[in-house]
C-alpha cells in the first residue's frame, strides 16, 4: 500500500511558463540525484507531468497537475517510506517555491 504526500500551491503565472519551470527543475534535481537514481521516466501527458523514480530499491510514483491558478503534487511513496513523509513534503515545497519564483 502507498502512501501519498499533496502539495498544492497557487500561483498566477501562464501555465506555459510553469511547464518550462517544472521541466528546469526537474532536470537539476535529476542531476543532484544522479548517483543515487536507478531509474528515470518522466514526460508530459497534457498539462500532467509523470515521473516515476526508481533508486535505493524503491519505485516513487509523482504527479505535477497544472492548471491556471494552482501546481499540485501528488507523490505515492512505498509504505517503507512514509516516515520521511514530512522531509520529502518539505523538499517538494522548496523546490516547487523555487521553481515558481515565490521564494
Keep these: 500500500m ?15 511558463l510553469i511547464r518550462k519551470r517544472v521541466e528546469a527543475r526537474l ?10 537514481i ?7 501527458s497534457g498539462n500532467v507531468a509523470i515521473i ?5 530499491g524503491y ?3 509523482a504527479q505535477i497537475f ?4 494552482q501546481v499540485r503534487v501528488e507523490v ?16 517538494i515545497m522548496k523546490n516547487a517555491r523555487d521553481a515558481l519564483g515565490k521564494n
Design 66 to 69: 497544472l492548471t491556471e491558478r
Design 38 to 44: 536507478a531509474h528515470y521516466d518522466f514526460f508530459w
Design 27 to 36: 532536470n537539476l534535481l535529476r542531476q543532484d540525484y544522479l548517483k543515487k
Design 2 to 16: 502507498a502512501y501519498k504526500i499533496v502539495v498544492t500551491i497557487n500561483h498566477q503565472l501562464e501555465v506555459e
Design 76 to 91: 505515492s511513496l512505498p509504505w517503507m517510506l512514509a516516515g520521511f513523509s514530512k522531509k520529502i513534503e518539505n523538499l
Design 59 to 61: 519505485s516513487v510514483l
Design 52 to 56: 516515476q523514480v526508481e533508486a535505493l
